[in-house]
């Protein structure tokens, strides 16, 4: 079933998409409808300019018919002058081309008047001849002269009806030709405005609806990626609040889905982590102390046995165990508690020179080469002075006990920018890489009577300041620490260290003899 539906929801077109695709529907309706009607136009114009190439013909057609009757004419007219028959042959010719010129006009005449005015000159044209036929040719075979003049006017009479009936014809086809191109010119003009408003139309709709679906996928995307942004922030009950049954709102139903599966997840991570701590911790504290009490008790055992030859080398023994397990319970308080900073103006080359005092004092250094600041180097910095020693020496009793044996010991300090740079570095055998990454667990000691928590305590310390440990350490060369502190008053605050979050913290550089 959930393939299904996944299939269907793969083959179902986003609301989006329907969207986009109505918006790009809309705009090429209204270039479709602006390119029809352009192509509608330029077939109106060319049928006009057709019909207009055919008024011209007739035009031409009507001119020929006149010149025809006229020459129609002259040949009657030279027949009458010269009153003899000798040019029928060519008067027949003039007549014969007459009625095909009048047939031809008769075809190019198109509306019922200018077919009228057409017969008319077919019809005068007619007359001419017959007048010609009926009267003119039997005279002169009956040789009769006396009636010249008057059959010549008759048949001129004719002749110019049909001029003035062609120029009358013109004048129809001129209006008829003017018509036309008035009315070509009124739809292109009409046409010029319907394409500019079809177009205008386009881009106002392009516009409107292009900012309508503008807004309505850049809210949505904003909301998207403020939410993500609070969410990589860490703001788990992050939640985006999109309606909508599209694409986006599938997606910030998916997103919160994702956020509360995440805080839940989250949630259980912690408690495991907490949980895994605190076994930790346990597990840390029930075996450093049950060393020294299992000593204590094997004393207390034989203190039983003889009680009356109590020895003070037992007690002794008993209360250095004890120490030792009173010092386990101060780690761990100073560890679960929140420093608690007193920041004043220290000198850091001084805490180192106290360090080798007070190592010296007791005699760890031995044979020791021992490089320090000298009296005269100062480097400031601001910080708690009773955490920042206990910082200093332990870090410097480190690289002490990683040389039993002897070796050189250097330590620098520098002033760089806004922070001041305290190095440690010793000569010892080193870290081996296998036990690099761990030396920053809680317990976590390479020493027999170590706790494992002094190098823990000294970064919450330092981080607390605001500052880093750098751990650098190689097998069989040694081991430098890079203790960075701010050199400016630093910002009140209160750092909770636990296990877990020392250990997470210092996975980036690690390294120490603790």
Request: hydrophobic share 40%.
């Amino acid at each position: 079933m959930p393939d299904i539906r996944r299939s269907a929801s793969r083959r179902r077109i986003s609301r989006t998409a329907l969207r986009l695709i109505g918006v790009f529907s809309v705009i090429l309706i209204f270039f479709a409808a602006s390119l029809l009607v352009t192509l509608f136009t330029l077939q109106q114009i060319v049928t006009m300019e057709s019909e207009i190439t055919e008024i011209d013909k007739a035009k031409h057609a009507g001119h020929l018919a006149a010149a025809y009757v006229r020459e129609q004419y002259i040949h009657q007219a030279h027949t009458i002058i010269s009153w003899n028959l000798s040019h029928l042959d060519h008067y027949d010719q003039a007549v014969n081309a007459t009625h095909e010129q009048t047939a031809e006009l008769r075809k190019l005449a198109l509306t019922p008047e200018e077919r009228a005015c057409v017969d008319e000159v077919t019809h005068t044209a007619t007359l001419n001849d017959e007048l010609f036929r009926s009267a003119v040719i039997p005279a002169i075979q009956r040789n009769q002269p006396s009636q010249k003049q008057a059959l010549n006017e008759k048949l001129e009479a004719y002749v110019n009806q049909v001029v003035r009936l062609n120029e009358k014809l013109n004048e129809m086809l001129e209006r008829r030709s003017r018509d036309l191109l008035e009315h070509a010119e009124f739809i292109r003009e009409q046409v010029r405005v319907g394409i500019l408003g079809c177009f205008g139309l386009a881009l106002a709709v392009s516009f409107i609806m292009g900012l309508t679906m503008t807004r309505s996928i850049l809210r949505p995307l904003s909301a998207l990626r403020e939410g993500v942004l609070r969410l990589a922030g860490g703001d788990l009950s992050t939640r985006i609040a999109l309606d909508g049954r599209d694409e986006f709102g599938e997606l910030a139903s998916s997103f919160n889905q994702m956020a509360a599966d995440l805080a839940r997840h989250q949630e259980h991570l912690v408690r495991s982590q907490k949980l895994a701590s605190i076994g930790q911790m346990a597990a840390g504290v029930a075996h450093e102390i049950n060393n020294p009490l299992g000593v204590i008790l094997g004393y207390i055992k034989l203190m039983l046995k003889e009680p009356t030859q109590v020895k003070t080398s037992y007690l002794t023994t008993v209360e250095d165990e004890v120490r030792q397990c009173q010092r386990i319970v101060q780690d761990l308080l100073d560890l679960a508690r929140p420093p608690r900073l007193e920041p004043t103006r220290i000198d850091l080359a001084e805490l180192a020179r106290e360090a080798i005092e007070r190592l010296g004092e007791s005699g760890k250094l031995r044979d020791l080469r021992i490089e320090q600041p000298a009296s005269e180097v100062q480097v400031t910095v601001y910080g708690d002075e009773a955490k920042l020693r206990q910082v200093v020496f332990n870090i410097v009793l480190n690289a002490v006990e990683a040389m039993p044996s002897g070796g050189a010991l250097t330590i620098q300090v520098a002033q760089m920018n806004d922070e001041a740079v305290l190095h440690v570095a010793d000569t010892g055998s080193g870290i081996p890489p296998e036990v690099l990454p761990h030396v920053f667990d809680p317990f976590f000691s390479t020493k027999p009577k170590g706790t494992g928590l002094g190098l823990v305590i000294s970064q919450a310390i330092v981080d607390a300041h605001g500052g880093t440990i750098d751990l650098r350490s190689e097998a069989g060369k040694g081991t430098r620490v890079a203790v960075r502190l701010p050199a400016k008053p630093p910002v009140a605050r209160s750092v909770t260290r636990t296990a877990s979050s020392g250990r997470k913290s210092n996975r980036r550089s690690v390294d120490s003899g603790e």
